[in-house]
């Protein structure tokens, strides 16, 4: 199955409530919340206030990416505020396996992320703790960013890694996503693509959406 998760970081942050609404009529499965700190990434985003504001606007699942250090102190919170998927950075925590854990005890789905520079083999020991692995395809931080090919490889490492282990792991990618880089994605074993300007700066995001959930399958 393709799921698209769009990339609120590339929407119109003055009319959110509108744009949420818009992106879950339009199609989209989930939405993608890029939560940022300052100090594990160079930039500020939003916090549980925010999708605590917009979490009554809509019942489309709430993808939620922690690019923060030591996640673990604020995962009640961003449960409390409406997250369905959380998912945390493999360079960003102490102890990955208590963090993973404790997403779990809290009744959300568990995500692990790595930088395109991480090896995808740090993923390996956190299998039978994992709901879903996010690959980085840019450096996170900033929005609009073109794909990174050479994290096209860690996608694939990580598709064969969940095989091999017999598990049942999505995979999904996020950084400089378009119709044409969503092919490589896809090919690599990708099924959950987070895109944002590819979405937001088009005219008609049902039909971008589209588009990018038509290329991915065709490239299966």
Do not use: W
């Amino acid at each position: 199955m393709t799921i698209i998760s769009p990339s609120v970081l590339s929407c119109d942050f003055s009319n959110m409530a509108f744009e949420v609404k818009k992106t879950a009529k339009a199609g989209a499965e989930y939405l993608h919340l890029d939560v940022m700190d300052g100090a594990f990434v160079p930039n500020i985003t939003i916090g549980p206030c925010v999708i605590s504001a917009i979490r009554p606007h809509t019942d489309i699942v709430f993808d939620v990416h922690l690019m923060i250090d030591e996640p673990i102190r604020y995962l009640a919170d961003f449960k409390k505020s409406g997250a369905d998927i959380i998912t945390v950075h493999e360079e960003a925590c102490t102890d990955v396996k208590a963090t993973l854990l404790a997403i779990r005890e809290l009744g959300c789905k568990a995500g692990l992320s790595i930088k395109p520079k991480t090896d995808p083999e740090k993923l390996r020991p956190y299998l039978p703790y994992l709901d879903m692995i996010l690959i980085m395809t840019v450096e996170p931080g900033f929005g609009g960013q073109s794909y990174i090919h050479a994290a096209t490889d860690n996608i694939r490492a990580a598709a064969a890694m969940v095989k091999e282990g017999g598990y049942d792991i999505p995979i999904e990618v996020d950084g400089g996503i378009t119709t044409e880089t969503i092919t490589l994605a896809a090919k690599a074993g990708a099924s959950i693509f987070v895109a944002g300007s590819a979405v937001y700066k088009k005219p008609d995001i049902a039909l971008a959406i589209q588009e990018l959930r038509n290329a991915a399958e065709a490239a299966k």
